[in-house]
């Protein structure tokens, strides 16, 4: 196991709503990187967090947002809901963003 | 053109096989490469990274070429634990990006 822990495993929320992921990160690491992947596609990346800044975000709108704390777990928030929000969320943490270990993931619905 | 493409599979081999996949990237600043699998509804786990010098870890061979921008995989003697979807990732070329996923190929590996 990699040691990274993610909550909660499932969700289920409707249109509108907002949702918080969480991620613990391995011991050792300050890097978190999260990523969205939808059925039948490789992960897209979301954005990463270094030492608790934004180190880089990927081609997603600002209801995306996140926060990284001093232990290095992390949040992913994501306001107003969309159907199309509906995909596994990754987390995966790394040392100075280098190699990256995933987190078992959430899986979020959106009705 | 995607950053990263794969093999748009799926491949279907029988046990004991040799299986090669191929992957190609477009930034040439890329500076690391990885390949990992994923199972049905499970987080991407680390295959092996891949180094300019070609690697090998068990039977598992990961190949570079960095002027045609090409990683390989090659599984030799497939066994039915293999079947999963393999997903090649490239790291950009500046401290901080993102990992870049492909699409990911599936494997199916059948007595």
């Known amino acids: 196991e990699t040691g990274v822990t993610q909550s909660p495993t499932h969700l289920i929320k409707t249109r509108g709503q907002q949702v918080t992921l969480r991620c613990s990160s391995q011991?050792?690491?300050?890097?978190v990187s999260w990523y969205q992947q939808a059925l039948g596609q490789g992960p897209q990346f979301i954005f990463q967090?270094?030492?608790?800044?934004?180190?880089g975000r990927g081609n997603f709108p600002p209801r995306f947002s996140g926060l990284q704390f001093p232990n290095y777990s992390s949040e992913l928030n994501v306001n107003a809901l969309e159907l199309d929000d509906s995909a596994l969320y990754l987390c995966?943490?790394?040392?100075?963003?280098?190699?990256?270990?995933f987190g078992p993931g959430t899986r979020l619905t959106v009705l | 053109r995607k950053e990263v493409e794969q093999d748009p599979g799926p491949f279907n081999v029988p046990e004991g096989a040799t299986v090669a996949f191929n992957c190609t990237y477009s930034n040439s600043a890329s500076q690391s490469f990885f390949w990992y699998r994923q199972d049905c509804r499970k987080e991407p786990k680390l295959l092996m990274s891949v180094y300019s010098s070609g690697n090998e870890d068990g039977r598992f061979t990961a190949q570079l070429n960095r002027a045609s921008q090409y990683i390989s995989l090659l599984i030799r003697d497939s066994k039915l634990s293999d079947s999963a979807t393999y997903l090649c990732v490239v790291n950009g070329g500046n401290w901080g990006q993102n990992f870049v996923f492909g699409p990911g190929t599936r494997l199916s590996v059948l007595p």
């Open positions: 995966a943490s790394s040392f100075d963003a280098d190699t990256q270990y």
């Open positions: 011991s050792g690491h300050n890097t």
């Open positions: 967090y270094y030492r608790e800044e934004e180190n």
